[in-house]
């Protein structure tokens, strides 16, 4: 996997699809990695070049000292696409990702051709909550929430009929660093878009799955209302909607794309 620095980190990220498409920059959710995205890698990379990274602090990018927030792990995607000489893409990020998009949407538009979010919110949980699980964290490891965690990625239905899925999701957890994890729990208890009012209108694209346990469907359903123009759809899944409902997630995506490129 090519590693690039970026933004006084160094950076895990995966370029696929023909070099002249149009790039999809994919953003991952907290205490997960490239590996999310593989159902959509591959079914779109043969009509579109597509970038993933690891967040900062997650995979094999790497853990700096924090505190990290969601403009710093905003302004790594821009030293990326520096990097990589890209000037816009379409994102597309997923809870943690979905913060990030709502920051390029707020602060840099220009960068966006579109912008995708899911599974998320303005705000996403509570300040304690997040106090309560950087402590266990620190104290115990990621191995003491992934149960918790895991079981509120994936509806229970979903995880019992497919259990392998459910394991990779649990060893993509496990794989992450703990100290990362925590500095990233720290950005997004500190988050806060509710207020936001962006200056320059992008087509947005918000998905959630009807049975998110961590940002519900009432969440994304404001940010919709937020954003003039935004475009709503419902999967049936829980908060990995891009796992659980892969080719609803998939086919959501590609066609909001496809008619902006169109």
């Known amino acids: 996997m090519p590693f690039l620095e970026a933004n006084g980190t160094t950076i895990n990220y995966l370029l696929d699809g023909p070099e002249s498409a149009p790039v999809i920059a994919f953003s991952n959710g907290l205490g997960t990695a490239t590996a999310l995205w593989d159902a959509q890698v591959a079914a779109l990379s043969g009509k ?33 696409l520096d990097a990589l000489k890209i000037s816009r893409v379409h994102f597309c990020g997923l809870s943690m990702g979905g913060l990030i998009g709502q920051w390029f ?3 840099q538009a220009d960068r966006l051709i579109s912008v995708t979010i899911c599974d998320t919110a303005a705000r996403i949980g509570a300040a304690d909550m997040w106090n309560a ?39 993509m957890l496990l794989g992450n660093s703990p100290d990362g994890y925590a500095l990233c729990c720290g950005a997004i208890r500190d988050a806060d878009f509710s207020q936001a009012s962006p200056t320059t209108q992008v087509p947005m694209l918000v998905i959630t799955g009807a049975q998110d346990l961590v940002t519900s ?46």
Do not use: C, M
Request: no cysteine.
């Open 48 to 80: 579109f070049r597509i970038l993933r990274h690891d967040t900062r602090g997650h995979g094999q990018s790497k853990t700096t000292p924090g505190p990290y927030t969601i403009e710093l792990l905003s302004r790594d995607l821009i030293g990326l």
């Open 105 to 107: 949407a707020n602060n």
């Open 133 to 171: 699980r950087i402590a266990k964290v620190k104290t115990e490891g990621l191995a003491a929430i992934v149960d918790a965690v895991t079981s509120r990625w994936l509806t229970e239905p979903f995880a019992q009929k497919f259990p392998q899925t459910l394991e990779s999701v649990r060893v």
């Open 217 to 262: 469907p009432s969440d994304a359903k404001f940010l919709v209302a937020k954003y003039a123009g935004a475009r709503y759809v419902e999967l049936n899944g829980g908060h990995l909607s891009n796992v659980e409902d892969a080719a609803g997630f998939t086919r959501a995506l590609s066609d909001f794309i496809s008619q902006l490129e169109a």
